[in-house]
């Protein structure tokens, strides 16, 4: 079944069950009832055939389908009386209007006062809405103000962290220059060192060769070998002095590493000075804190590191400076023997 077919079937349905099952429905009827029901109406040729089917469908006898043809002849006296009565009706109706206006006016009054009492307290309603705004306003502008504040707060930090940098970088250059100077105070001591090992390997060559000579001559050449006694104390002498300048070389060394340490040291109390200045605005930045105190810890590590190893160098060239006495005093005796 199509659904114009299933429309127009319920329609003639309805219209059959309030006739009492004893009247076809008209045209009319059906169209009206179309319109009330929301459905469209459609051609009058197509309503005709759907009610034929209806009719053959639902086994409806010709007795009743003449009745409902006679009674719509009938249609245009019910139609002049259905209007006369309408007329009666209406009129009853607008004075019904008029009586229940009559009545209603108080209260139409009284809704007009809680109107006007409405919008009273909507206008109070709209001023303390202003007045939120404004104030809503003014925070908006107080938090900004502040993140403005926090913003230059950063800034500074951010200058704070270019000096700290700045005196890092500084720090790890003196650091370069300590060790370089120390690197070519060590390099310069050794070789002093191999000089004066070679020197002495030189004399001691000499000195056997002149030894032995002396042995054959000493017989006919004693003046001679007094002599050669002399010129090698000159050449200890001269030996002992050379070993005197680079001890005081290496004391100059010590003094000036001293000295970068001591500067070094001041300037780590100066950067102290600045964190404990700023330790308000270090609150805000803890990781940039964390991250200097970190730098200042392996730097502290480093420096002592470095304090270690040339206090082992000092060591060991105090070290090798108390042994050479021990190292020359065999051939001071062998050349004395």
């Known amino acids: 079944m199509t659904r114009r077919k299933h429309e127009i079937y319920t329609v003639l349905d309805k219209l059959w069950a309030e006739n009492g ?37 639902r086994g409806i006898s010709q007795e009743a389908l003449e009745q409902g043809e006679a009674e719509s002849s009938d249609q245009a006296l019910i139609k002049a009386a259905t209007e006369a009565s309408y007329a009666v009706i209406r009129k009853k109706a607008n004075e019904e209007i008029a009586k229940i206006k009559e009545e209603l006016e108080p209260q139409i009054h009284s809704l007009t006062e809680q109107l006007q009492t409405i919008t009273q307290q909507y206008d109070e309603l709209r001023q303390q809405h202003t007045q939120q705004t404004q104030a809503l306003a003014d925070s908006q502008k107080a938090c900004q103000l502040t993140t403005e504040l926090l913003d230059q707060t950063k800034k500074e930090n951010h200058t704070l962290k ?54 054959t001559l000493m017989e006919s050449s004693r003046h001679d070998f007094i002599v050669e006694i002399t010129n090698f104390k000159v050449a200890q002498e001269k ?11 290496k004391q100059q060394a010590v003094t000036q590493v001293t000295a970068l340490q001591k500067e070094n040291q001041e300037k780590m109390e100066l950067i102290h000075t600045l964190q404990q200045q700023n330790q308000h605005l270090l609150t805000q930045i803890q990781e940039l804190t964390q991250t200097i105190h970190a730098w200042n810890a392996t730097l502290q590590t480093e420096q002592s590191a470095r304090n270690h190893e040339q206090i082992a160098s000092k060591e060991e060239i105090t070290q090798l400076i108390k042994e050479l006495p021990d190292r020359l005093r065999p051939l001071l005796q062998q050349r004395q023997a």
């Open 21 to 57: 099952g004893n009247k076809i429905p008209t045209g009319k009827e059906i169209t009206e009832r179309l319109d009330r029901e929301g459905y469209l109406r459609g051609s009058p040729n197509q309503l005709y055939q759907y009610r034929d089917a209806w009719i053959k469908e």
């Open 162 to 215: 270019a000096v700290l940098e700045a005196t890092q970088k500084e720090a790890n250059g003196w650091r370069d220059q300590v060790l370089s100077a120390h690197n070519a105070l060590q390099q310069s001591i050794n070789e002093e060192l191999d000089k004066l090992a070679q020197d002495q390997k030189t004399v001691t060559e000499n000195y056997a060769q002149e030894l032995s000579s002396t042995r």
């Open 239 to 249: 030996w002992s002095q050379q070993v005197t300048e680079l001890r005081e070389e």
